[in-house]
Nanobody, 124 residues
């Protein structure tokens, strides 16, 4: 069993930055693909970023490419999401996810473990 705890969300003005963290329990963290997703009210859960177990592969949708950066620190069992140039449309609850099925890193249904989410609000 893996537990994921996100932190770092908050309120920021458009153009600002936030860094989300996701701390994982368990000894298998370093073997997991990790992902970040977000969900705004009334919308489906949306893929934001993913990183392979050794950080050799990174995945981003066009909506965040060039603004968001995912990284991981395996000895600390932590994955990060650095978000720059934030926009009001980035407002959502951001979720950390672990252990995706191979070749399904961008699909939320492919992940086995989820955190409780952290709210990010970007004001205009």
């Amino acid at each position: 069993q893996v537990q994921l705890v996100e932190s770092g969300g908050g309120l920021v003005q458009a153009g600002g930055s936030l860094r989300l963290s996701c701390a994982a329990s368990g000894r298998s963290f370093s073997s997991y693909t990790m992902g970040w997703f977000r969900q705004a009210p009334g919308k489906e859960r949306e893929f934001v970023a993913a990183i392979s177990w050794n950080a050799g592969r990174l995945y981003y949708p066009d909506s965040v490419k060039g603004r968001f950066t995912i990284s991981r620190d395996n000895p600390k069992n932590t994955v990060y999401l650095q978000m720059n140039s934030l926009r009001p449309e980035d407002t959502a609850v951001y979720y950390c996810a672990a252990d995706a099925l191979p070749q399904s890193e961008t699909t939320h249904k492919a992940y086995r473990y989820w955190g409780q989410g952290t709210q990010v609000t970007v004001s205009s």
